[in-house]
């Protein structure tokens, strides 16, 4: 098992900056990926960004350039720095380790954190 806990979200106006921040801790041992998906209202869960234990990178078009995602594997933690923050930025975060092995991928997910971006 994996436990995820976030922190970080909130409010925040058009332009602002928010930092996510997801502590893993349990059974966090080969072939791996920590990211950050989000889902808004109405919406299916999509990819935010993430990050392999390599340091391979995976984002959406939409915050390329805007948001950055960092990984620590010594301390099993992954932060998602976003800049420029849009109302459509509007969502629950949620962290995700996803595990890579034999039987195919396994995903962990955090509870969730809301961002809201609104003047």
């Known amino acids: 098992q994996v436990q995820l806990v976030e922190s970080g979200g909130g409010l925040v106006q058009p332009g602002g900056s928010l930092r996510l921040s997801c502590a893993a801790s349990?059974?966090?041992?080969?072939?791996?990926?920590m990211g950050w998906y989000r889902q808004a209202p109405g919406k299916q869960r999509e990819l935010v960004a993430a990050?392999?234990?390599?340091?391979?990178?995976n984002s959406a078009d939409s915050v390329k350039g805007r948001f950055t995602i960092s990984r620590d594997n010594a301390k099993n933690t992954v932060s998602l720095q976003m800049n420029s923050l849009k109302p459509e930025d509007t969502a629950v975060y949620y962290c995700?380790?996803?595990?890579?092995?034999?039987?195919?991928?396994?995903?962990?997910w955090g509870q969730g954190t809301q961002v809201t971006v609104s003047s």
């Open positions: 349990g059974s966090i041992f080969g072939i791996n990926a």
């Open positions: 995700n380790y996803a595990r890579f092995g034999a039987y195919g991928r396994h995903d962990y």
């Open positions: 990050i392999t234990s390599s340091g391979s990178i």
